[in-house]
Nanobody
Framework: QVQLVESGGGLVQAGGSLRLSCAASGSIFRLNAMAWYRQAPGKQREWVATILSRGTPSYQDSVKGRFTISRDNAKNTLSLQMNSLKPDDTAVYYC???????????????WGQGTQVTVSS
């Protein structure tokens, strides 16, 4: 069974920084693309950033230049460094990963439970 566990959310003032982490554990044969999504109150979940298994990142336009996604394939972890935070960044942030649990199956989509990020003005 695969689990994704996020950490690092919290309350920060506008202009501040936070670093989110996500640890994947369990039966993992191969960890493919990993991503961060977010969901603000009353809005649909939206994509924030993706990093492929070899490290190629991509970002939503609104976070380009402020957020940096990274991963450690040896530790099966994902991070999101968020700088110059704005009140509009307030949301629950979710870790997402495409995982093959064994060599015969997948990849399947897995999600973490989410971590709250609140940016005050």
């Amino acid at each position: 069974q695969v689990q994704l566990v996020e950490s690092g959310g919290g309350l920060v003032q506008a202009g501040g920084s936070l670093r989110l982490s996500c640890a994947a554990s369990g039966s993992i044969f191969r960890l493919n693309a990993m991503a961060w999504y977010r969901q603000a109150p009353g809005k649909q979940r939206e994509w924030v950033a993706t990093i492929l298994s070899r490290g190629t990142p991509s970002y939503q336009d609104s976070v380009k230049g402020r957020f940096t996604i990274s991963r450690d394939n040896a530790k099966n972890t994902l991070s999101l460094q968020m700088n110059s935070l704005k009140p509009d960044d307030t949301a629950v942030y979710y870790c997402n990963a495409q995982i093959r649990p064994d060599y015969m199956s997948g990849p399947y989509d897995y999600w973490g439970q989410g971590t709250q990020v609140t940016v005050s003005s």
